[in-house]
């Protein structure tokens, strides 16, 4: 390991979007921070990800595998991982040349920060920029009471602190990577880089644009009670449980009534009002009702675009 160019491994877990994948490897590979231990790896493709895999084997590590799902690989990518530094791009994703030179300079400068991450570019299908600018700093409070997490790609964390809290839960497949900060942030700081230096793709294969079902969206609870139950979590966050468990309601109504189960939706809104009763007022309503008819409005709009082109 060089002292002053810390190894770094990045972890690219892929099932079948040998579409984009080049784009992703590419841009790893491309990197102005040499330091980089890179493995990439096929989680049962029946694409053509495979070959597509073969012409790059002699730059970086790659790994088939049968499908095990994304939270599971991951963990087999981090725990083979030999760098001071871990982090994870998904093959859809992209990095700017510079993103992991400015994002490990800010970990050298200080101990203290678990956690760096950049700004970052949403992308279409065929990456072109549809709006600039979509991350935000870290705020531990929003990510537990609202589950709003701000966090895109190229997010680079300590190794030593994943050996600490353990990895991403497999049995999540809504929320592994909220629940995972979640636990991170109990090691120390978050740093936001406001430079977009990564790209987000939104596409219709992608988790934004697919129905989560009941039983998935049953993982916003499950977050909360395995986040509650941990010792000395911060005072704040204690006194606002309710709320969060109320939020954590609201998404699943959103969830439900995306998905035509009305009564089903209605008591869930109830139940997270009684948790919250500022949740009743009419912005909230109107929230809702906006982010219910924005989803399909956008899938669709993604694909009559594809048609079309």
Known sequence: MNKTNPLLTIVTPTYNQANYL??????????????VEYIVINDGSTDGTE?????YAHRITVINQKNAGQATTLNRGWGAANGEYLSYLSSDDKLHPQAFSRLIAVLERDPSIACVYPNSNLINENSETIKKNVC??????KLVIQQECHIGPGAIFRTEAFRKIGGWKSELRLAPDREFWMRLASTGKFEFINEALAEYR???????????????????????DGYYSADNLPSGLLSRKSEAYAYANLLITRNLLRAGKIRKGLSRYRLACELHPPLSKLSTKALLLRNIVSKPLHAFAAK????VS
């Open 136 to 141: 935000l700093p870290f705020d531990l409070e």
């Open 202 to 224: 939104l596409h219709s294969a992608s988790i934004s644009y697919k129905e989560i079902s009941e039983r998935v969206s049953e993982e916003y609870i499950t977050v909360l």
């Open 22 to 35: 080049e784009e992703t490897i590419e841009s790893v590979l491309s990197q102005d921070y040499t330091s």
């Open 51 to 55: 070959k597509l895999l073969e012409k």
């Open 304 to 307: 009559a675009k594809s048609l």
